[in-house]
């Protein structure tokens, strides 16, 4: 194997290796959260850390490494720099962990050194995915939500160095709460659900073998986010009504638009039958579309009402992008795992397919007991009931266990045999 593939593809595995590792971290950090779920105590600060275990070390990690295998192949920009995209990597993976314990502890010391690490992991992280975007040939729907999404990342960033430290100081400490949704929000729609929108154009009628589909709505969808982000954020921080409603609509429309993509892609398909991880992005859609009318009823009722906004976000980053993320990882997972193992010897006798890298009824275990699990979460939030909530963390732990055995057998396991294909199933 040539010494840049390899490099380039340490680097995409090392961050979907580190990712699934938070996974892990914040599925554990869930049963141990689920008490304050139920009561609606999101501003706590062992909820708070638990959450960056998700969205820093779990989505962040991922899109990364998706965006590194993402930009060369599918928009023509090689790596700009492999030692700064690893060097990125080795800062902000370790950083991610800090800063959270930092966060549960309270901890002023702990926060500084992890902040200081990711906010260094990620500057260099953005700074080269700007310089390689400037490079592709390509420039679609695509390369704009990556540059656009950068854009939000940093701007998340600005927002949690200021809200780390209102922690320790007096700063914005009148308005922590809507600080704290402005935050939330650029980093899970602005960052997260912008690449979504960008990738999904290119990787899911290649998964779905939908070519011909129509896809005019995705620029739609980028535009409505792109535009919706920055008004609700500025409304919530100068408490205007109308601001606030504005960008929440635009959030609506650009969700429903990514929506209704995600469907013609599905209607569009020529194969049959569904692939494992396509199952996993189809069980994620209709996740998206509670969270987004538990969004506008919470901005309706107001930030009073706990246990609606904890119900918001859970809705949407366990049941929704969990699902979406995880089921694009078995497409690429297995994929860069057989070029590895087997890409060389084509010609050398039988191969396995690619499907047969990994158990699909494994797999239909795990997109059961996550859905399961993530609606157990949601029923002890609506009840104020602890019992449903840890049994449904319980259950999206075991989901998360067998994920991590499923990523190690594509790695390093024995094929199964062509019975367990998706395809055959």
């Known amino acids: 194997m040539k010494f840049t593939t390899y490099n380039a593809n340490t680097l ?6 580190a990712a699934i590792v938070y996974l892990v971290a914040g599925a554990l950090g869930l049963l141990w959260i689920a008490p304050d779920l139920v009561h609606g105590t999101y501003l706590s600060p062992r909820v708070a850390g638990v959450t960056h275990l998700f969205t820093l070390g779990w989505l962040t990690l991922t899109i990364l490494g998706a965006v590194c295998q993402l930009l060369p ?3 023509g920009a090689p790596i700009r720099s492999l030692r700064v995209a690893h060097a990125s990597f080795w800062i902000l993976a370790p950083g991610i962990g800090v800063f959270a314990c930092g966060v549960i502890t309270s901890s002023g010391s702990v926060l500084a050194v992890g902040g200081v690490l990711v906010g260094a992991g990620l500057v260099l992280a953005v700074g080269h995915v700007a310089a390689t975007l400037i490079g592709g040939r390509t ?3 695509t390369w704009s939500a990556i540059g656009i999404g950068i854009v939000f990342l940093v701007s998340t960033l600005v927002f949690g160095l200021v809200l780390a430290l209102s922690l320790h100081t007096s700063l914005v400490a009148t308005i922590r709460v809507r600080t704290l949704t402005a935050h939330l929000h650029l980093a899970l729609v602005g960052w997260v659900l912008v690449i979504i929108v960008g990738a999904s154009r290119r990787l899911m009628p290649t998964f779905l073998v939908a070519r011909s589909a129509d896809a005019r709505w995705s620029p739609r969808a980028l535009a409505a986010f792109t535009l ?5 954020a500025t409304g919530l921080m100068v408490a205007s009504s ?11 429309i650009g969700m429903a638009a990514l929506l209704w993509q995600m469907c013609v892609f599905y209607r569009a398909r020529t194969r049959p039958r569904l692939d494992v991880g396509m199952r996993f992005t189809l069980a994620a859609i ?3 579309g509670a969270a987004a009318v538990l969004g506008s009823l919470l901005l309706a009722v107001g930030p009073t009402h706990q246990r609606l906004a904890t119900a918001y976000v859970v809705t949407g980053l366990l049941g929704g992008l969990v699902l979406f993320v995880t089921g694009i990882l078995y497409e690429i997972i297995p994929t860069l795992a057989w070029t590895a ?3 060389g010897r084509l010609n050398r006798g039988r191969v396995p397919a690619v499907a047969e890298l990994y158990s699909a009824r494994l797999a239909m275990m795990q997109l059961s007991a996550s859905i399961v699990g993530a609606i157990l979460v949601l029923a002890g939030i609506a009840a104020a009931a602890p019992w449903p909530a840890r049994a449904g963390a319980l259950l999206f732990n075991i989901a998360v266990l067998i994920f991590v055995r499923q990523a190690a057998r594509m790695w390093w396991g024995t094929p199964t045999t062509p019975r367990a294909t998706p395809e055959r199933l």
């Open 242 to 252: 109308a601001l606030s409603w504005t960008g929440a609509v635009l959030l609506d």
């Open 73 to 75: 192949m599918a928009l």
């Open 12 to 17: 995409v595995i090392e961050h979907f290796a």
């Open 228 to 232: 919706g982000v920055p008004v609700l």
């Open 139 to 141: 420039r679609d729907v």
């Open 341 to 343: 193992r087997y890409g």
């Open 286 to 288: 209709p996740f998206f």
